[in-house]
């Protein structure tokens, strides 16, 4: 796949769907296993909980118009793991399900926790949170923000001239205001491990970045 050159978004040829559909369904089951080994009751969704619409010029990339919400809290109120795999499906809620699309996993995320209306919503990265240069050119972790300071530091740069976040964070930091735009509490983003994500939500300084809508 190759990037629009106005948009700056993926442009996905339709030949790549088939791997793609191979991606979700192997995501998903590694997932489910470990679900198993941890003997926690689950439940793998299809990827056509989420309805997308086709973006134009972009082949079979789509941005999500709309998720199955009820779907999804039916089978937690069963007390199961949800699995949500990114992608989507053309056609409104009712109708049959259409041509799969290539749709951005953290848009997935960030609407999925808008729909049921979530609380909370944790973002894994390669980085401890949202890093941002400090004494002696070394980078630290700010361990909360607000919309207002990460629009900031959205725009920020460093002597050098380069943007304080980097342009692969830019579509994480993008779904963060979004999912708080509408409606969720808080989303942490920070590395993936059991560890890590314990000390986020348990303890009060956490192991990567709290974000929230206002400070309090």
């Given at each position: 796949s190759t990037m629009h050159p106005e948009t700056h978004l993926r442009i996905t040829p339709k030949e790549a769907i088939p791997t793609l559909e191979r991606e979700l369904v192997e995501i998903s089951n590694t997932i489910a296993s470990e679900c198993v080994k941890l003997n926690i009751p689950h439940i793998v969704l299809p990827h056509s909980i989420t309805r997308a619409t086709r973006r134009l010029g972009h082949g079979e990339t789509g941005e999500v118009s709309a998720v199955k919400a009820w779907q999804i809290i039916n089978e937690a109120n069963c007390r199961r793991l949800v699995i949500v795999p990114f992608g989507g499906v053309e056609g409104k809620m009712d109708e049959d399900d259409g041509a799969t699309l290539n749709v951005n996993a953290d848009e997935v995320a960030w609407r999925t926790?808008?729909?049921?209306?979530?609380?909370?919503?944790i973002f894994?990265?390669?980085?401890?949170?949202?890093?941002?240069?400090?004494?002696?050119?070394k980078k630290v972790r700010k361990s909360f923000l607000d919309i207002h300071n990460l629009l900031l530091l959205l725009r920020k740069k460093t002597l050098s001239g380069r943007f304080v976040i980097a342009e692969g964070m830019v579509p994480k930091v993008e779904a963060c205001i979004q999912a708080l735009a509408h409606g969720v509490k808080q989303v942490h983003m920070l590395k993936p491990s059991l560890e890590a994500i314990l000390a986020e939500v348990l303890t009060h300084t956490g192991s990567g970045t709290l974000i929230e809508k206002k400070h309090p």
């Open positions: 926790a808008a729909s049921i209306e979530a609380s909370k919503l894994l990265t390669n980085e401890e949170g949202i890093m941002v240069p400090g004494k002696n050119g």
